[in-house]
């Protein structure tokens, strides 16, 4: 449950990297100590940074700068790779495209997602089929995004068996049919600037995205290191900043992460404003279970939480359609 926290820790998970394989690692206290930190921040913000993940500094700027330049390419460009239904839903999507709780946020994207190939997951995968689209310029993008993926993926594996034992169960609960073959999403995320009409700060829309939660398991986020614009909302409902902490990321948990725990652990609200008068990007790596894992309570939390499931069974990849479905249908759309 969230509490009213003030700031976000920030955890070295080294400890729990050199152990992640080791059949003892429960036993090791360097990552009893790193379980300990991620169980409290878990439980009280649903956020937290991660440093010591051993992610080459190298290649997290690399992948901002990159995404610079691509959304600082002309319109035209830019739509060569439109966003569309029939395209999987992945692609570029135009600031205010993406709409939150029926307001169009202010920000530009592009939408990736593991491959899915044609009847993999029969009917509930089908909107999502389809193949990433990759821009030409710059021309080292797709190489770079494909990379970072990959190693998201390691990273959040490694962290994920943090969390199961945080929860209480075991290292690899997170594994085999829950997500051992995990589904992922990429977002590619621009903000514009502040912008300054006739001398006076009337912005259309201030919110970059709006309050919302993310699907899956765990989000990694890379985000410019001079803007501050992520705000976490504490129990209270104050809006807690998340400011860049070089050589970190920010990480939270998603809805699957709370329906597995029976809400020990929350997918804790969160918005973006870019008050600044620079371009912000932030690049969101999303680590989600198996596209059809069935998701319901483990065993071991609903004990640990009075004994009743809070939470219906759900399906990963039918949460997501629905999600994907709505994110881009405008209010007279829905009720018409
Ligand atoms: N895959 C994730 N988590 N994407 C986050 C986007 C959040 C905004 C979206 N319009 C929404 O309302 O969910
Ligand atoms: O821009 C950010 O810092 C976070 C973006 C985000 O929350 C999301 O895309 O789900
Ligand atoms: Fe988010």
């Known amino acids: 449950m969230a509490t009213n926290f003030k700031s976000i820790p920030i955890i070295d998970i080294s400890p729990l990297l050199a152990k992640w394989d080791d059949p003892n690692m429960a036993g090791d206290q360097g990552v009893g100590e790193v379980v300990q930190q991620l169980d409290q921040a878990c439980r009280e913000a649903g956020f937290f940074y991660v440093k ?169 986020v890379n985000q410019d290191d001079d803007i501050t614009a992520l705000q976490v909302r504490n129990k209270s409902g104050e809006w807690i900043s998340a400011p860049p902490i070089p050589g970190t990321f920010v990480c939270n948990i998603g809805d699957m992460l709370k329906i597995l725990s029976n809400g020990l652990y929350e997918s804790t609200l969160h918005r973006v404003i870019n008050s600044s008068p620079k371009y912000r990007v932030c690049v969101a790596y999303f680590y989600e279970t198996n596209f059809d894992a069935a998701i319901e309570p483990l065993d071991i939390c609903v004990k640990r939480t009075g004994g009743t499931k809070k939470f219906e069974r759900a399906v990963y990849g039918e949460h997501l359609v629905s999600k994907v479905q709505t994110n881009f249908v405008k209010e007279d759309e829905l009720n018409s």
């Open 52 to 220: 010591g993940h051993g992610i080459p500094d190298s290649i997290i700027k690399e992948v901002r700068n990159v995404t610079h330049k691509f959304f600082s390419l002309p319109y035209e460009e830019k739509l060569k790779i439109k966003i569309s239904p029939t395209a999987g839903y992945r692609g570029y999507q135009r600031i205010g495209e993406n709409i939150t709780k029926g307001t169009p946020d202010m920000h530009e994207a592009i939408d990736c997602y593991r491959e899915v190939e044609p009847g993999m997951f029969g009917a509930l995968s089908k909107p999502l089929e389809g193949q990433n689209q990759w821009p030409i310029n710059p021309s080292n993008l797709k190489q770079l995004m494909e990379e970072y993926t990959s190693i998201c993926t390691d990273l959040s594996r490694k962290i994920m068996r943090g969390i199961a034992l945080a929860l209480g169960a075991a290292a690899d609960a997170f594994e085999g049919k829950r997500a051992g073959d995990p589904f992922w999403v990429l977002r590619i995320i621009g903000y514009p600037k502040v912008s300054h009409a006739n001398g006076h700060d009337m912005p259309k829309n201030d919110i970059g995205c709006g309050a919302h939660t993310d699907y899956g398991l765990l989000t990694l």
